[in-house]
């Protein structure tokens, strides 16, 4: 019976992670920040997760795009800047949208790259309300790269993730033929498995066997084995040029990840954490280390 229980309350979890909902509701705080009695509703419930949207748009100019991506119709902004050295192609991170990553956009136009921000299936402006946590949204990231080669021929195309976006990134080179000038990513998590682990850390609970499960179930529901969703493995396979970044507080990805994945990168490669920075944008608290840290990176890459 206590079988049963698990993989009942297992299964409805995995659903409401993988599976944004249509209606404007309030989603639940990041686990760690949780009080008592809030983390048994969730543990109960659930966590609720509307689609990601933002109000906010660029204020540089920029062209609307749609997208035929396999999971749907995707909404990107695409922007030019005169006599550009490449294209930065930038994706966001989980219960997130493309508006999230305006400021860093802004920073890539200043450093004279055309952008082109896309949201991810099932979040922002695009189709759908489904999200596997980097493993399909690996397909959209090889769908706005191959716009990219197609409309902008013989230009360099950088690639730029955050999270769930860096490992949909590494996903994509590593098994669906992506082929960048170069990579920067932000906290890619090891695997699935490991970052369900997180997140019972994060809550003070142990994560076996809720960990196992959930994402046992998420890949079921979702039609994929999500155990092979493994950064660490997909590293092994990238001779890309990359800049892996890291918030040295982050509850939600290990140093040990972090390690494992740098270790395994085969291409050229740097690393730059970030004291006392989280789960979130680095340029928030040092700013000056991150903006130099990335002019650093592209300016020394060999983008001809």
């Excluded at 993988?18 to 209606?23: E, G, R």
């Excluded at 689609?51 to 749609?66: A, D, E, G, V």
């Excluded at 690639?159 to 920067?184: D, F, H, T």
Aim: hydrophobic share 40%.
């Amino acid at each position: 019976m206590a079988t049963v229980v698990l993989n009942a309350v297992a299964f409805f979890h995995a659903w409401r992670f993988t599976h944004f909902s249509p209606a404007v509701t309030v989603r639940t705080s990041n686990p760690e920040g949780l009080a008592g009695w809030r983390k048994l509703g969730v543990l109960l419930t659930g966590v609720s997760n509307p689609k990601p949207h933002s109000p906010n748009r660029p204020n540089f100019t920029y062209q609307r795009l749609l997208l035929s991506s396999p999971n749907g119709r995707l909404e990107a902004w695409y922007s030019t800047v005169p006599n550009a050295r490449g294209t930065v192609a930038l994706f966001h991170g989980y219960t997130s949208n493309k508006a999230a990553l305006l400021p860093e956009a802004a920073y890539f136009r200043r450093l004279g790259y055309s952008v082109l921000l896309t949201d991810f299936a099932g979040n922002g402006g695009s189709a759908g309300y489904t999200c596997t946590v980097g493993y399909r949204e690996a397909e959209d990231v090889r769908t706005a790269f191959n716009w990219l080669v197609q409309n902008q021929p013989q230009k360099p195309i950088l690639l730029y993730g955050v999270s769930m976006g860096a490992e949909a990134i590494l996903r994509a080179e590593s098994e669906l033929g992506v082929l960048p000038k170069a990579n920067i990513l932000e906290c890619p998590y090891g695997s699935m498995l490991q970052t369900a682990r997180n997140r019972f850390a994060a809550m003070h609970l142990p994560d076996f066997p809720m960990a196992n499960l959930l994402v046992f179930w998420g890949g079921v529901q979702n039609g994929f084995w999500a155990f092979d969703l493994d950064a660490t493995r997909f590293a092994s396979h990238i001779n890309t040029p990359t800049l892996l970044m890291w918030g040295e507080a982050d509850p939600r990805v290990t140093r040990q990840e972090t390690d494992a994945i740098y270790r395994n990168l085969r291409g050229p490669k740097q690393r730059q954490n970030f004291v006392g920075s989280g789960h979130e944008p680095y340029w928030k608290k040092h700013e000056q280390l991150w903006r130099s840290k990335i002019a650093g990176f592209v300016a020394g890459l060999p983008l001809k």
